[in-house]
């Protein structure tokens, strides 16, 4: 079955630091790629995703190239800001379309 | 405002007590799914449903029960709930699907059950 490995948080950087965290994944098919982010006591909301191999998603300063060789769609920024402290997930979408299969996220917590 | 909401929020309960988390979408969503978080895990997906009255299992269903009467509306059912059924909830929509739109979550049902 299809699988989505990112890298254990929690992740701490300071104010304006470059920002990556990794995401490796498995399937089969043809699937889409997402980044979804959740703040404390929300519900996910979505970054950015690629719908297909070498497509760049971004927003709001945050970009990730689904990388099909590699098999991967790391999550990078220039420079964070501490509005920016969430919880990441990477998650795929399978071919039918019925199924968003997630990371065990990230923890990212930025200080001033 | 679009929106996915689930009721309640908080949920603590005694084992074997049946309840019911209700999820409604204002969006006109095909699909609809409810998901579980636990820390390390991310989210597992419990039961899907791409229109009404079409439902069908996701990775972890054991113990829940859904159904789809109005298309707005996907409830998640614990018949007999369990301690290790303790856990964070999420329901999501899609208008076209999980690979090709965005999902909207809802806020959480945080559920405990001793």
């Known amino acids: 079955g299809n699988s989505v490995t990112q890298m254990e948080g929690p992740v701490t950087l300071s104010e304006e630091a470059f920002l990556t965290i990794n995401c490796t994944y498995t399937a089969t098919g043809y699937p889409s790629l997402f980044w979804y982010v959740q703040y404390p006591g929300e519900g996910l909301q979505l970054l950015l995703k690629a719908t297909k191999a070498d497509d760049k998603g971004s927003n709001k300063g945050f970009e990730a190239t689904y990388r099909k060789e590699t098999t991967s769609f790391h999550l990078e920024k220039g420079s964070v800001q501490v509005s920016d402290s969430a919880v990441y997930f990477c998650?795929?979408?399978?071919?039918?379309?019925?199924?968003?299969?997630f990371g065990g996220g990230t923890r990212l917590m930025v200080k001033p | 405002e679009a929106q996915v909401t689930q009721n309640p929020r908080y949920l603590i309960t005694v084992t074997g007590k049946k309840l019911t988390v209700t999820c409604s979408q204002n969006?006109?969503?095909?699909?609809m799914s409810w998901y579980r978080q636990d820390p390390g895990l991310g989210l597992r997906q419990i039961y899907y449903?791409?229109?009404?009255?079409?439902?069908d299992k996701g990775d972890v269903p054991e113990g829940y029960k859904v159904s789809r009467k109005e298309k707005r509306n996907f409830p998640l059912i614990l018949e007999s709930p369990s301690p290790n059924q303790t856990s964070l909830y999420f329901c999501?929509?899609?208008?076209?699907?999980?690979?090709?739109?965005?999902?909207?979550f809802g806020q959480g049902t945080r559920l405990t059950v001793v």
């Open positions: 969006m006109n969503h095909e699909y």
């Open positions: 998650a795929l979408g399978n071919n039918a379309g019925n199924m968003l299969t």
């Open positions: 449903s791409m229109n009404v009255e079409v439902t």
């Open positions: 999501a929509s899609s208008l076209g699907g999980f690979r090709n739109t965005e999902a909207f």
